[in-house]
């Protein structure tokens, strides 16, 4: 197993630093598929983007990440805790605008058509669980 941990605050910059750190993990790991690797990296964008746009501290601060990105023999695996208020969109339920046209709403659809996404909510924040089962 490989892996990364990373803790940054949910400003833009940190897409940058997802993005980096699964470029270092690829080289690490070239065995994995380029399928999967681009689906988990696109359900892992699309968390960390919702975060940084919706998440934010009950005093109103970005939120501060924790996110532990793993390789294992069969799946992709990345998890995320925050420091945030509760998620106004249920992921459950995540599904693509209606409009064609819409700007937004398609983040966390995407994520989940690409990879199985959990959340729970804990005292004092979220945690979030991305797996893209290998192909």
Same mark, same amino acid.
């Given at each position: *197993?490989?892996?990364?941990?990373?803790?940054?605050?949910?400003?833009?910059?940190?897409?940058?630093?997802?993005?980096?750190?699964?470029?270092?993990?690829?080289?690490? @790991?070239? !065995?994995?598929?380029?399928?999967?690797? *681009?689906?988990?990296?696109?359900?892992?964008?699309?968390?960390?983007?919702?975060?940084?746009?919706?998440?934010?501290?009950?005093?109103?601060?970005?939120?501060?990440?924790?996110?532990?990105?793993?390789?294992?023999?069969?799946?992709?695996?990345?998890? *995320?805790?925050?420091?945030?208020?509760?998620?106004?969109?249920?992921?459950?339920? @995540?599904?693509?605008?209606?409009?064609?046209?819409?700007?937004?709403?398609?983040?966390?659809?995407?994520?989940? @058509?690409?990879?199985?996404?959990?959340?729970?909510?804990?005292?004092?924040?979220?945690?979030?669980?991305?797996?893209?089962? !290998?192909?």
């Amino acid at each position: *197993m490989i892996t990364r941990t990373l803790r940054y605050p949910g400003t833009p910059s940190c897409l940058d630093v997802v993005q980096d750190a699964l470029a270092a993990l690829w080289e690490e @790991a070239p !065995r994995v598929g380029h399928g999967d690797r *681009m689906s988990f990296e696109i359900a892992l964008v699309e968390i960390v983007g919702n975060l940084v746009e919706h998440a934010r501290r009950p005093d109103g601060r970005p939120v501060d990440v924790h996110m532990r990105i793993a390789v294992h023999e069969d799946r992709l695996e990345a998890r *995320m805790e925050d420091n945030g208020t509760p998620p106004v969109v249920d992921p459950t339920v @995540a599904a693509l605008p209606a409009d064609d046209l819409a700007e937004s709403g398609r983040g966390l659809a995407l994520a989940a @058509a690409v990879a199985d996404l959990e959340h729970v909510r804990q005292a004092g924040g979220n945690v979030w669980t991305v797996v893209r089962r !290998r192909t």
